[in-house]
């Protein structure tokens, strides 16, 4: 499974209700909940803004690329977007605050197209497709943490690649697997894993 096809099925069916706000009847994810979500799944992710782009009506456009990175794995997506006030119509010779502001609106939406997080926000839609409502074995749930737990514990590579395969197809209990472990672990889990891969390789 590609690295791309695997973050998208980890965070574009990921509830992010908690950590929006409304403005004017638009609802909003902030810059720093979008990436610390991004961070707690892939913690060696990184972004860039590219340089203030200047038109002739004195309008700017902004833009950033996120790449998303795990192990020697990576790919990035850059998405655009102009400076604009609270109507969403661009704003002429804008201040450093409304570049700024506008920078990390889009942040947000590189992540969202990268990964999927947050794109159900800009569908205007109350829930990500997959969050509807699907119900989740919670003694399943266990079992399986126990069980990375365990193997993660004994540094068993083969067992953890196994576990992984097994929930392939439930991205349900995956994700309720997956949010039961802290970034230290989930990073050790996936190192580990990859250690397998490299071996196959080899």
Same mark, same amino acid.
């Given at each position: 499974?590609? /690295?791309?096809?695997?973050?998208?099925?980890? #965070?574009?069916?990921?509830?992010?209700?908690?950590?929006? +706000?409304?403005? #004017?009847?638009?609802?909003? =994810?902030?810059? +720093?909940?979008?990436?610390?979500?991004?961070?707690?799944?892939?913690?060696?992710s990184?972004?860039?803004?590219?340089?203030?782009?200047?038109?002739a009506?004195?309008?700017?456009? @902004?833009?950033?690329? @996120?790449?998303?990175?795990d192990?020697?794995?990576?790919f990035?997506?850059t998405?655009y977007?102009? @400076? #604009?006030?609270?109507?969403?119509?661009?704003?002429?010779?804008?201040?450093?605050?409304?570049?700024?502001? $506008? *920078?990390?609106?889009? /942040?947000?939406? $590189?992540?969202?197209?990268?990964? !999927?997080?947050? /794109?159900?926000?800009?569908? !205007?839609?109350?829930?990500?497709?997959?969050?509807?409502?699907?119900?989740? %074995?919670?003694?399943? @749930?266990?079992?399986?943490?126990?069980?990375?737990?365990?193997?993660?514990?004994?540094?068993?590579?083969? !067992? =953890? *690649?196994? =576990?992984?395969?097994? =929930?392939?197809?439930d991205?349900?209990?995956?994700?309720?697997?997956?949010? $039961?472990f802290?970034?230290?672990?989930? $990073?050790?889990?996936?190192? /580990?894993?990859?250690?397998?891969?490299?071996?196959? %390789? !080899?």
């Amino acid at each position: 499974m590609s /690295l791309e096809r695997r973050v998208w099925q980890e #965070m574009s069916h990921l509830n992010v209700n908690d950590k929006t +706000s409304k403005k #004017m009847n638009l609802t909003y =994810l902030s810059w +720093s909940d979008c990436w610390a979500t991004l961070a707690d799944y892939y913690p060696e992710s990184n972004y860039d803004f590219g340089e203030p782009k200047y038109y002739a009506d004195e309008t700017v456009e @902004v833009s950033c690329t @996120v790449t998303i990175k795990d192990g020697e794995h990576q790919f990035s997506r850059t998405m655009y977007l102009p @400076v #604009m006030d609270h109507r969403n119509n661009s704003v002429p010779n804008p201040s450093s605050r409304q570049i700024s502001d $506008a *920078r990390q609106r889009c /942040l947000v939406k $590189a992540v969202a197209v990268a990964t !999927g997080l947050g /794109l159900y926000i800009y569908r !205007g839609e109350d829930l990500p497709s997959e969050d509807k409502p699907k119900r989740v %074995n919670k003694q399943l @749930v266990q079992q399986y943490v126990q069980s990375f737990l365990d193997a993660l514990s004994a540094e068993d590579a083969l !067992g =953890l *690649r196994q =576990l992984g395969d097994e =929930l392939r197809e439930d991205e349900t209990t995956m994700s309720e697997v997956w949010k $039961a472990f802290d970034s230290k672990q989930k $990073a050790a889990i996936r190192s /580990l894993i990859n250690s397998t891969k490299e071996s196959t %390789n !080899g």
